[in-house]
């Protein structure tokens, strides 16, 4: 158990002076969604009025509804940062030595995962913070029960980006992966619109918004801002998780995806 715990710190302490020497990682993350809360969230309550009506049938501003999806896009974003590093690792050498280390390959993606979860979890906050600043002000049970919610949902978007590094080869090739896989899943979300918004569109994109993780990552994460209970999102997020972590496994064995890689 102490060697367990060791990994742990030892990974964690190396993402975490990763992070703390890149400071323009920090605030971009917190830009980021800031630019989208000020000024994207104005245009649209223009357009769409000073209010919305989502599933749980009370009135809120269009800022309050897109807070959380904010919340998501800093987790997501991050979540593809760290696996950045991981194609980096896998380029300089590093991934091969952590790999064939004597703890369990699991185990080592695994707290590389919680090292990359601690660091959105900080972000995140950091930006409910200023949007409270900002007037956005939520009920302070959610500031506690978003705490797990962020766990699970860091968890499932660090494992997606961790079987997509498994599949990179090269550094260069990981951006465009990046904006293939981040904004389709942003946009095709609920994140800045509900559901039966979209379904007045497309039945067709509500149906997709519908199966996309990310969709109930974002649901579990507003949910729990408003201290309500959302089961099924918490089932599919961690579903998801076991997917993707799981197929990072197989990506990342040191038998087949290091030695594809060599072969390429």
């Known amino acids: 158990m102490n060697a367990y715990l060791t990994a742990l710190l030892a990974i964690v302490r190396r993402e975490a002076s990763r992070f703390v020497s890149q400071r323009s990682r920090f605030f971009s993350a917190l830009v980021r969604p800031l630019v989208w809360l000020v000024i994207f969230a104005a245009g ?96 302070w049970e959610g500031y506690l029960l978003v705490f797990p919610a962020l766990i699970v949902s860091g968890l499932m978007l660090g494992a997606l980006g961790l079987f997509i590094s498994s599949t990179v080869k090269q550094l260069e090739n990981f951006a465009g992966v990046m904006n293939f896989v981040i904004f389709p899943m942003f946009f095709l979300s609920s994140a800045l619109y509900p559901l039966w918004k979209m379904a007045e569109s497309s039945e067709l994109l509500r149906d997709i918004c519908a199966w996309n993780p990310f969709t109930h990552a974002v649901e579990l994460i507003r949910f729990s801002l408003y201290v309500t209970p959302n089961l099924w999102a918490l089932v599919v997020v961690a579903g998801c998780f076991l997917l993707f972590f799981c197929s990072a496994l197989v990506g990342y064995d040191p038998a087949r995806g290091l030695q594809r890689r060599s072969k390429g």
């Open 44 to 139: 649209f309550r223009a357009a769409l009025g000073v209010s919305i009506i989502p599933p749980y049938q009370t009135y809120i501003t269009y800022e309050v509804y897109i807070l959380p999806g904010l919340c998501g896009m800093i987790q997501l974003f991050n979540g593809m940062q760290s696996s950045l590093s991981l194609v980096y690792d896998q380029e300089m050498g590093s991934m091969r030595l952590l790999l064939t280390s004597p703890m369990p390959r699991w185990w080592l993606l695994f707290c590389k995962l919680l090292a990359g979860v601690a660091v959105s979890i900080l972000q995140v906050y950091a930006f409910l913070g200023i949007a409270a600043l900002y007037g956005i002000i939520l009920p």
